[in-house]
């Protein structure tokens, strides 16, 4: 069964940094391009960063350019969103992708960047 779990999310004052995890189970990351997808109450969902396959090329909204970085760790099967200098709009629940035929979602972790 093919499943994804966030973690890593929480309260932090404007500035901060928070790493997201994204744990995957029942496939490999390293064969799927791997998405950070963001969603505000009242907002659309918006795409935030992915890294690709096998050239783990990565691509990032132009609202979080420069302060996140996308990575993978191929041994512990997670994604990785480092997230610096946040800002109270970067306040969302996030949430990983992989699409395999179809889009999985995990649960969704919340970043509130509030002071």
């Known amino acids: 069964q093919l499943q994804l779990a966030e973690s890593g999310g929480g309260l932090v004052q404007p500035g901060g940094s928070l790493r997201l995890s994204c744990a995957a189970s029942?496939?490999?990351?390293?064969?799927?391009?791997i998405g950070w997808f963001r969603q505000a109450p009242g907002k659309e969902r918006e795409a935030v960063s992915c890294?690709?396959?096998?050239?783990?090329?990565?691509n990032f909204a132009d609202s979080v350019k420069a302060r996140f970085t996308i990575s993978r760790d191929i041994a512990q099967n997670t994604v990785y969103l480092q997230m610096n200098s946040l800002k109270p709009e970067d306040t969302a629940l996030y949430l990983c992708?992989?699409?395999?035929?179809?889009?999985?979602w995990g649960q969704g972790t919340q970043v509130t960047v509030s002071s």
């Open positions: 890294i690709g396959t096998t050239d783990g090329r990565t």
């Open positions: 992708n992989a699409f395999i035929y179809t889009n999985y």
């Open positions: 029942g496939f490999k990351v390293g064969n799927y391009v």
